[in-house]
């Protein structure tokens, strides 16, 4: 039995109805919201334990949501799941690149958002490394510093502020240097992905972490049609 807490935010009525009949058919309980203050409001009144959160909504959209959600403390951890429409790909990107889990775009097929929720929820009860070869407190690269217990990265003593999957592909990343990682096992690994999502999730993550770090594509090498690796 589920019973997981599932936050569905958006502002067309029937398509709350459609995602609520079909969650509470898989035993999950459903709370909603329609637009992005009332969202924001309930992430932090209800604690659930994953938000589908459509990008287009009144007073706040779902992008300046997830920005609120991911920065306070007692939410950050709350996986959120973007509702995208067609078109809206750079949404998708500024979504990834903020801290939300995946997207799914309209319109979607129920088998499928159950199976990203399940994905999703499943790695978010794992959060702390499924990959059991990550057992270095902290890790030292160059002029960079990892430290795991703390969950901190400082480059030059100058602490870096990551999301959480930003945090989790670097350190799964430098705990396998040399090793080159592909897209699909960093996806299973870091979003818990099986059949669904896209590589091109990681792919963005690596782009921000260069940036945020100010490193070049010496460090994490891309490996042209495989993944990824720190030499």
Not at 148 to 172: D, G, P, S, Y
Request: with cysteine; glycine share 4%; aromatic share 6%.
């Amino acid at each position: 039995m589920s019973f997981e807490k599932i936050l569905i935010v958006d502002d067309e009525e029937h398509i709350i109805e459609l995602i609520k009949y079909n969650l509470e058919k898989n035993e999950y309980k459903v709370i909603t919201a329609y637009d992005g203050k009332e969202a924001y409001e309930k992430a932090i009144k209800e604690m659930p334990d994953l938000i589908l959160l459509d990008i287009m909504l009144p007073i706040l959209d779902g992008i300046e949501v997830c920005k609120k959600i991911k920065k306070d403390e007692k939410t950050e951890d709350i996986p959120i799941i973007m509702l995208t429409a067609k078109g809206e790909e750079m949404d998708k990107v500024i979504g990834l690149e903020i801290g939300a889990d995946d997207y799914i775009t309209k319109p979607f097929g129920v088998r499928e958002l159950i199976a990203r929720i399940k994905a999703v929820l499943r790695r978010s009860k794992n959060i702390k490394y499924q990959d059991k070869n990550l057992d270095n407190k902290k890790i030292k690269i160059d002029n960079i510093i990892i430290d795991i217990e703390k969950h901190e990265v400082t480059v030059n003593n100058e602490i870096k502020e990551l999301t959480l999957k930003e945090f989790e592909l670097l350190a799964i990343l430098a705990n396998n240097r040399g090793k080159v990682l592909s897209r699909n096992y960093l996806l299973d690994k870091i979003w818990g992905y099986e059949f669904y999502g896209e590589t091109r999730t990681v792919d963005v993550h690596i782009r921000h972490l260069r940036k945020k770090l100010n490193i070049n594509n010496n460090l994490i090498e891309t490996i042209r049609g495989v993944g990824y690796k720190i030499k």
